[in-house]
């Protein structure tokens, strides 16, 4: 189970989670920009200590949660066997998605799903470059002994 949470990327979980609804949404509904429009509507209102509202919006419930995640895989990548090399091919398959949704799609046209690319992106980068440091801090340890 383990080795499959180090392979498995997480930012497929916002990815996923924002395809089924918009895929779903423009099924039901033709028109991609009622399904864009529908990113700003109220999920959760919160009442705050000074009177006014927190409301807060299914499209930036999905941005949190793909910071969330995208910290949690900073964090796997540190690791440098062979499931961290698997989880960066997987993340960059996913950004590659992610773009050509964003390209081609009209319902995936949003500032919602743009941060979403963007973090995609952000996990493939960071993710290789700590990996190569930790691999090279690894081979220099090794040598000195």
């Not at 910071?67 to 540190?78: D, G, N, P, Q, R």
């Amino acid at each position: 189970m383990g080795a499959i949470f180090n392979v498995f990327p997480l930012i497929l979980i916002p990815v996923l989670i924002y395809n089924i609804w918009a895929f779903g949404a423009t099924a039901a509904n033709s028109d991609a920009s009622d399904v864009r429009s529908h990113l700003g509507d109220p999920w959760m209102r919160v009442p705050m200590a000074s009177g006014v509202e927190w409301t807060v919006a299914f499209g930036e419930v999905l941005i949190l949660l793909a910071l969330l995640l995208l910290f949690i895989e900073l964090l796997k990548s540190t690791s440098t066997g062979t499931a961290a090399i698997f989880n960066h091919a997987l993340s960059m398959l996913v950004f590659i998605i992610c773009l050509v949704e964003f390209l081609l799609h009209p319902a995936f046209a949003s500032s919602v799903f743009f941060v979403i690319l963007v973090t995609a992106l952000l996990d493939v980068l960071a993710g290789v470059v700590v990996t190569i440091i930790s691999a090279r801090r690894d081979v220099e340890f090794a040598g000195q002994h």
